[in-house]
């Protein structure tokens, strides 16, 4: 009788457990805790920076500016999923 090879125990229900790549990293799939907490810790630097105040600042000039009509047509079509060249 050939002996079978075991199988690798799931990381989650139903989803084959993670392989690490040729570089020794472990492939975490679709929705990585890793990367999920690397952006959410960039987010909050962000925003302790002080930055996003003062780019919302920018946006608000702008909508107020020439360009504001173009602005809002843009976000228009961002909301219905399009884009300006279509």
């Keep these: 009788m050939p002996k079978s090879t075991p199988k690798r125990q ?3 229900r139903g989803q084959p457990a ?4 040729r570089s020794g990293q ?11 907490r690397r952006y959410g810790r960039a987010v909050q630097k962000t925003v302790r920076s ?3 105040a003062e780019k919302a600042r920018q946006a608000a000039r702008a909508l ?3 360009e504001g009509s173009e602005l809002r ?5 961002a909301k219905r999923g399009r ?4």
Excluded: C, F, I, W
Excluded at 18 to 21: D, L, N, V
């Design 10 to 12: 799931s990381s989650t």
């Design 26 to 36: 472990q492939n975490e799939g679709e929705g990585s805790k890793t990367a999920a």
């Design 73 to 77: 047509r843009a976000e228009a079509l």
């Design 83 to 86: 884009t300006a060249s279509e």
């Design 64 to 66: 107020e500016g020439p």
């Design 18 to 21: 993670a392989r690490p790549s």
């Design 50 to 52: 002080g930055v996003v």
